[in-house]
């Protein structure tokens, strides 16, 4: 399933001048699933790992879902140049 943002998402949220207290609230809230310290070392090898990439992979997600905000905030703006 593939979610886009709208321009009237955009324009309502992302575009908003308080958009960044929202993405600092979202990195906080996620700050505990992306730590590895976090993990308990005790638990088998396996599990250890597994917990290290899922940390990894929620930290990815997060800054690839902050790079969308932004490009999404840089282009909403932006006009296409056409050479006609």
Same mark, same amino acid.
């Given at each position: 399933?593939?979610?886009?943002?709208?321009?009237?998402?955009?324009?309502?949220?992302?575009?908003?001048?308080?958009?960044?207290?929202?993405?600092?609230?979202?990195?906080?809230?996620?700050?505990?699933?992306?730590?590895?310290?976090? *993990?308990?070392?005790?638990?088998?090898?396996?599990? #250890?790992?597994?917990?290290? =990439?899922?940390? %990894? &992979?929620?930290?990815?997600? *997060?800054?690839?879902?902050?790079?969308?905000?932004? #490009?999404?905030?840089?282009? =909403?703006?932006? %006009? &296409?140049?056409?050479?006609?």
């Amino acid at each position: 399933m593939s979610v886009h943002l709208t321009k009237e998402m955009i324009e309502a949220f992302i575009m908003h001048p308080d958009w960044r207290i929202m993405e600092q609230y979202i990195e906080e809230h996620f700050a505990n699933s992306t730590s590895i310290e976090s *993990i308990n070392t005790d638990n088998p090898s396996t599990t #250890v790992h597994a917990e290290v =990439l899922a940390c %990894k &992979k929620i930290d990815a997600d *997060i800054k690839g879902l902050k790079k969308a905000f932004e #490009v999404a905030r840089r282009n =909403l703006n932006s %006009k &296409k140049v056409t050479y006609e």
